[in-house]
């Protein structure tokens, strides 16, 4: 599902990433490890092509990234779902609305719109909230939320940016079976996360990031 084939990443002042491979299967959920500044944003941004690599290949879902162009790379997002840890809700939009939000920007009608709202909000279990405000929900339903936006496209592959950062150790639980739930049918969940009391007692592969190098699972291409 994700490749990297001696990828590089150099930016003006460090280089982030340096000819590392990575072969993560589909379907698969790992964790991504790391000090802050090991590269774990720039890799999950590669993936999502918010970046370029300086050098070598990433292919998602077997298409080599530096191939698309124009409206080929936003049908290529649209099949990512991406958490981030500060959830970036609009907070002047209901919580339907924040969800709808992707969905209106792919043209889906009011009705069809409807339908994978709701069923994203009853995935997170808030569907109760739907006309509410963020900003009167507790930090851990706002989490829930940014994950049913990242959801409601019916996305192949989700990642995640530290998305428990903010939480406490037992919302942090709760939102590590919801990712669960959603790979049990069978999408691919990428999460990066430097909470190793957390992810160290949950049975997923761990991959490590350290001065641009990956080991652990999927490492080396392997």
């Known amino acids: 599902m994700i490749q990297l084939e001696q990828v590089s990443k150099r930016y003006a002042d460090k280089t982030a990433l340096d000819h590392t491979s990575l072969h993560m299967p589909r379907g698969a959920m790992a964790f991504l490890t ?3 500044g090991a590269g774990k944003s720039t890799l999950l941004k590669l993936v999502m092509l ?9 292919i998602v879902d077997q298409q080599d ?5 124009g409206n080929q790379i ?3 997002r649209r099949k ?3 958490v981030f840890q500060h ?3 609009l907070e ?3 919580v339907y609305d924040n969800i709808a939000l992707p969905l209106k920007v792919s043209g889906y009608n009011n009705r069809d719109a409807g339908r994978r709202v709701r069923a994203a909000l009853d995935k997170v279990g808030l569907l109760s909230k739907e006309k509410q405000l963020p900003k009167v929900l507790s930090t851990g339903e706002q989490q829930r939320i940014g994950i049913a936006r990242a959801i409601v496209n019916k996305p192949r592959l989700i990642l995640a940016d530290e998305p428990t950062g903010n939480l406490d150790p037992k919302l942090s639980a709760e939102i590590m079976q919801l990712f669960e739930q959603f790979n049990q049918v069978g999408v691919t969940v990428l999460i990066a996360s430097h909470d190793l009391n957390l992810i160290e007692r949950l049975p997923h592969p761990k991959i ?5 190098h990956i080991s652990g699972a999927y490492a080396g291409g392997s």
């Open 92 to 94: 002047d939009y209901s």
């Open 208 to 212: 490590h990031l350290h001065q641009g």
């Open 50 to 58: 918010m970046e370029q690599p300086s050098s070598g290949r990433v």
């Open 87 to 89: 959830h970036q809700l």
């Open 80 to 82: 990512i779902g991406l």
């Open 74 to 76: 936003a049908l290529h």
């Open 34 to 36: 790391g000090h802050s």
């Open 65 to 69: 990234l530096s191939k698309l162009h």
